[in-house]
């Protein structure tokens, strides 16, 4: 993926801050305009509209999450379930991440509007996750078909998890890694439940 251009960087960063600042369908594209440092006109040569920035702006915060949470388990090493810790980090990263968490807060009609449009490159980029945690080889072993089952698995248990009310509060770490362990590893073929080293 090529890098952004310096102006499509600025929109973007913009962007994030008024986002975090007034929410998603809140912002005036003057707005962002401004606190970038350019023209109405730029953006839109860059943004068909509105919804394509906010679409942007999520792709990009998404991918930078997903890749940090996958550098951060990395470095943890050795789990005793990769799946439980992947779901518990996701979760309570997304939580305090300033954008994508007013947006599931805020905007959960957008969040699933968005979901059927990328829905497709939010699974690539979960599968790409998993291919970094993963011990080595064990991605291959199992296929590309198997992983990508299993990111469309995290990435639904995770929005139920984050847009839905639930009987017990999942507040904590440890209150992620009970539900994880209790409804979302059960969901997955026996093979898969747990990462051989």
Same mark, same amino acid.
């Given at each position: ?31 962002? /305009?401004?606190?970038?440092? &350019? ?17 942007? &702006? ?5 991918? /930078? $999450? ?8 990395? @470095? /943890?090493?050795? @789990? ?8 518990? $980090? ?38 790409? +996750? ?14 590309? @078909? ?16 984050? $847009?839905?009310?639930?009987? @017990? ?10 539900? +994880? ?17």
């Amino acid at each position: 993926m090529p890098a952004p251009d310096p102006s499509t960087e600025a929109i973007l960063n913009a962007a994030v801050v008024e986002f975090e600042r007034h929410g998603l369908r809140r912002v005036a594209l003057d707005d962002v /305009a401004r606190r970038a440092g &350019v023209s109405r006109t730029t953006i839109y040569r860059r943004f068909a509209n509105k919804d394509e920035l906010v679409a942007a &702006v999520v792709e990009r915060e998404n991918v /930078a $999450l997903f890749s940090d949470i996958a550098a951060e388990l990395k @470095q /943890a090493g050795p @789990q005793s379930n990769y799946y439980v810790e992947a779901f518990t $980090l996701s979760i309570l990263r997304f939580r305090r991440h300033r954008v994508l968490n007013r947006m599931m807060s805020d905007e959960p009609a957008l969040v699933l509007e968005l979901a059927r449009k990328h829905y497709g490159a939010a699974i690539g980029r979960m599968a790409d +996750a998993l291919r970094v945690i993963f011990p080595d080889g064990f991605a291959d072993r199992i296929g590309e @078909q198997a992983v990508n089952e299993l990111a469309d698995t995290i990435l639904r248990y995770a929005a139920m998890a984050l $847009l839905l009310p639930g009987a @017990q509060p999942l507040d904590s770490a440890d209150d992620i890694r009970a539900f +994880a362990s209790q409804h979302f590893l059960p969901s997955l073929p026996t093979a898969l439940r747990v990462v051989p080293a």
